[in-house]
């Protein structure tokens, strides 16, 4: 039996060092299906070679709420993302905003759907310490999925944190971030291995990866470029400490 396995990224937010790294290492491990979970823009300073990577390198790219903030026509909320949309060209932009909002993919007969943060739409946030019901919502057909009934493996990004979660009711997956991880500063991404062809008791496999990378070499090209909130930017990605928390913690 030969299993297939698949590289799921997310989160990427214009850190192309980061984002070069991981596929570099998905490239060394002999894969060669990549999906993206979205986010490939915003908070970083290179979207527009991100947006050329994510064309070249991953099969498909799943719409993140970035994707809406960055290159939708919404009126910018401040000066980092009137910045942000502007590094983009109106091709870039087309194509990061039409983007699928989710994906199903058949697996050692499971259904597993990639999305980018729920199957509500791509701003409701799951965090990893979620409650029952909305572990149950993950799993759930909705119109923002296409109503393809429930999944048994769901898979996302957004909240920046890797975690695997396996209950009766299904595998819930989060493939962390390659640009902006904020549960360690290491970038992660997650393997998928099955028979796409096999049935329910076939071998299915989840694991996440951990990928070092140059970050000062991320944090000149911000500095040199002049970005804004570049010093936010630099401490999450030194420290992995979300920016909420920077100032309650003397974060400099």
Not at 46 to 66: D, F, H, K, Q, S
Not at 190 to 212: K, M, N, T, Y
């Amino acid at each position: 039996m030969a299993l297939e396995r698949i590289a799921l990224v997310s989160d990427v937010h214009g850190n192309l060092t980061a984002f070069e790294a991981v596929l570099a290492d998905i490239a060394a491990r002999g894969i060669t299906r990549v999906i993206n979970l979205g986010d490939v823009v915003g908070k970083g300073p290179r979207g527009a070679a991100c947006t050329a990577l994510a064309r070249e390198r991953c099969e498909e790219t799943v719409r993140g709420n970035w994707e809406i903030i960055v290159a939708g026509d919404g009126a910018p909320r401040d000066r980092g993302q009137v910045w942000w949309r502007a590094e983009l060209s109106a091709a870039d932009r087309q194509w990061l905003i039409t983007r699928p909002r989710s994906l199903d993919l058949d697996l050692s007969g499971r259904r597993v759907r990639l999305l980018h943060a729920s199957p509500i739409d791509e701003f409701t946030r799951v965090h990893r310490h979620h409650s029952e019901a909305e572990f149950a919502m993950m799993f759930a057909p909705t119109p923002f999925v296409g109503d393809r009934g429930p999944a048994d493996v769901v898979v996302y990004g957004d909240i920046h944190h890797a975690y695997v979660r396996a209950e009766h009711d299904g595998t819930l997956v989060n493939v962390g971030s390659v640009g902006n991880p904020l549960d360690e500063p290491v970038p992660s991404y997650a393997i998928l291995e099955g028979d796409p062809d096999g049935e329910a008791g076939s071998p299915f496999g989840v694991q996440i990866v951990r990928v070092p990378y140059d970050v000062e070499a991320e944090v000149a090209v911000a500095e040199r470029l002049g970005m804004p909130q570049a010093e936010e930017w630099v401490i999450e990605l030194r420290t992995g400490i979300h920016r909420g928390r920077h100032g309650r913690l003397g974060l400099r």
